[in-house]
Structures are given as structure tokens and as C-alpha cells.
């Protein structure tokens, strides 16, 4: 569901970022600005809580260190030890398991509507 949104959304986007360049009327231009504004705004919220989870959890082996576990038993030493080796691989959020959801994913959204707005431009002034 996480990749429709995120499609529709840089769809979205792209069109109404064209849609803004033909926009005669004051309130039209408001409208279609929120509009665009509020679906960057929803996609980079994904994006922004997808890169906290990730960054939270590498920092979870350093947490581990840094408690007071050399005044705990063996058995809690040892479970310590499988956290920390289980926390070396991040905690990512995918969209259908194939897009990352973190900010190097809404920076690449962001170039691929923006090149997609140019082509439509370009597409426009050729006519």
C-alpha cells in the first residue's frame, strides 16, 4: 500500500507542479500550491519516520555497551551479546519490498518529478 501511495503521490506532484506553470487565477495558484505542498509534505513524513527507525536502531549495539553490563549474570551477558549482534543490521521500512522508505528515497522521488515536470515542459514548448 506504502508504494501506491508513494507513486501516486510523486504522480501527483509532477502534475501539479505542470498544472501551476498555466495558472491564471490567485486562488487557483493557492489551491494547487497546498495541494502540492501537502503531498511533499505526507510523502516526506514516511520518508523522515523511516529514517529515525533506522537510525534509532544502529544505535541500539552502542546502547547495549554502554549499560552496566558487566555487573549483570552470564546468561543476561550472553543475551546482550546476541542484541547487539542482531542490531547490526538496520531496521528498514520498505515499500513493497523494494523501496526504502528513509531520505535518500524522497531525495531520489523528488529528482524523478522534477524530470518528469522538465519533459513535460519540454514536451509543451516543442508543440
Same mark, same amino acid.
Given at each position: 500500500?506504502?508504494?501506491?501511495? #508513494?507513486?501516486?503521490?510523486?504522480? !501527483?506532484v509532477c502534475f501539479t507542479l505542470y498544472l501551476l506553470t498555466d495558472v491564471q487565477d490567485? !486562488?487557483?495558484? *493557492?489551491?494547487? @500550491?497546498?495541494?502540492? #505542498?501537502?503531498?511533499?509534505?505526507?510523502?516526506?513524513?514516511?520518508?523522515?519516520?523511516?529514517?529515525?527507525?533506522?537510525?534509532?536502531?544502529?544505535?541500539?549495539?552502542?546502547?547495549?555497551?554502554?549499560?552496566?553490563?558487566?555487573?549483570?549474570?552470564?546468561?543476561?551477558r550472553k543475551m546482550l551479546v546476541v542484541i547487539m549482534a542482531r542490531s547490526l543490521t538496520?531496521?528498514?521500512?520498505?515499500?513493497?519490498? *523494494? *523501496?526504502?522508505?528513509?531520505?535518500?528515497?524522497?531525495?531520489?522521488?523528488?529528482?524523478?518529478?522534477? @524530470? !518528469?515536470?522538465?519533459?513535460?515542459?519540454?514536451?509543451?514548448?516543442?508543440?
Amino acid at each position: 500500500m506504502m508504494f501506491v501511495q #508513494f507513486m501516486a503521490c510523486a504522480v !501527483a506532484v509532477c502534475f501539479t507542479l505542470y498544472l501551476l506553470t498555466d495558472v491564471q487565477d490567485t !486562488a487557483q495558484l *493557492i489551491g494547487w @500550491s497546498m495541494y502540492m #505542498f501537502a503531498g511533499i509534505c505526507q510523502t516526506f513524513f514516511f520518508c523522515w519516520f523511516g529514517n529515525a527507525a533506522k537510525i534509532k536502531s544502529l544505535d541500539v549495539s552502542n546502547m547495549v555497551y554502554n549499560s552496566d553490563w558487566p555487573n549483570l549474570s552470564k546468561d543476561a551477558r550472553k543475551m546482550l551479546v546476541v542484541i547487539m549482534a542482531r542490531s547490526l543490521t538496520p531496521v528498514e521500512i520498505t515499500s513493497a519490498y *523494494i *523501496i526504502p522508505m528513509n531520505l535518500e528515497s524522497f531525495k531520489g522521488l523528488m529528482k524523478v518529478t522534477y @524530470s !518528469a515536470y522538465n519533459m513535460l515542459l519540454q514536451s509543451k514548448s516543442s508543440e
